[in-house]
């Protein structure tokens, strides 16, 4: 009887993996307006019209989102760049000071950013996306959820990048990877 109820248990946390509550594989991506981005732009999900759309939510003061600022650059230019059907969008719903806009410009600069980043000051398209951690990848195809999740399997030594694997997926009409728990710092929503 343990036996089977842990089984149970393991089969309820194995199929919970795979939702982004209350955004759930299949559901469509939550429109947003007027994010404040580092380059000065505002921008708004009508602004992205691929097939294939990143969300990358990060920020400034989590130790393991600034452990993936180099990877996330990589795969931007290596994957994304000269790809027209990818669309891709960093986005820090954090509110601390080291996570506002100004510091947000900085770190772009830094770090050397060709995507666009925006700041989501209200936290309302990380609360629709159901994001919890820095960084989490949501991954739409035609406008569905299709990956939510890490970029990799290990912070020091990766060995699979879900995040290409998903992505290269949705090109050539494979199978997405199965979903994965985000690694990194909670994120900070307001409590007013």
């Given at each position: 009887?343990?036996?089977?109820?842990?089984?149970?248990?393991?089969?309820?946390?194995?199929?919970?993996?795979?939702?982004?509550?209350?955004?759930?594989?299949?559901?469509?991506?939550?429109?947003?307006?007027?994010?404040?981005?580092?380059?000065?732009?505002?921008?708004?999900?009508?602004?992205?019209?691929?097939?294939?759309?990143?969300?990358?939510?990060?920020?400034?003061?989590?130790?393991?989102?600034?452990?993936?600022?180099?990877?996330?650059?990589?795969?931007?230019?290596?994957?994304?760049?000269?790809?027209?059907?990818?669309?891709?969008?960093?986005?820090?719903?954090?509110?601390?000071?080291?996570?506002?806009?100004?510091?947000?410009?900085?770190?772009?600069?830094?770090?050397?950013?060709?995507?666009?980043?925006?700041?989501?000051?209200?936290?309302?398209?990380?609360?629709?996306?159901?994001?919890?951690?820095?960084?989490?990848?949501?991954?739409?195809?035609?406008?569905?959820?299709?990956?939510?999740?890490?970029?990799?399997?290990?912070?020091?030594?990766?060995?699979?990048n879900y995040l290409e694997q998903a992505v290269k997926a949705c090109l050539s009409g494979a199978q997405p990877p199965k979903c994965t728990e985000p690694r990194g710092c909670g994120i900070k929503y307001d409590t007013k």
């Amino acid at each position: 009887m343990l036996r089977t109820i842990a089984a149970l248990t393991s089969l309820v946390l194995v199929a919970g993996a795979c939702v982004a509550a209350p955004l759930k594989v299949g559901d469509a991506m939550p429109s947003f307006s007027n994010l404040q981005t580092t380059t000065g732009k505002t921008i708004s999900s009508g602004d992205f019209n691929q097939d294939v759309i990143v969300v990358c939510v990060t920020c400034n003061h989590c130790p393991v989102a600034a452990a993936y600022e180099d990877r996330i650059v990589k795969f931007y230019k290596d994957v994304v760049a000269n790809n027209p059907k990818i669309g891709f969008l960093g986005v820090c719903v954090n509110n601390l000071d080291e996570d506002r806009l100004p510091a947000m410009k900085k770190r772009a600069e830094e770090k050397g950013f060709k995507f666009t980043y925006a700041h989501d000051a209200s936290q309302k398209f990380g609360k629709d996306l159901g994001a919890s951690k820095t960084p989490e990848f949501f991954v739409f195809h035609k406008g569905k959820l299709v990956y939510t999740g890490a970029m990799d399997d290990d912070q020091q030594k990766p060995t699979q990048n879900y995040l290409e694997q998903a992505v290269k997926a949705c090109l050539s009409g494979a199978q997405p990877p199965k979903c994965t728990e985000p690694r990194g710092c909670g994120i900070k929503y307001d409590t007013k």
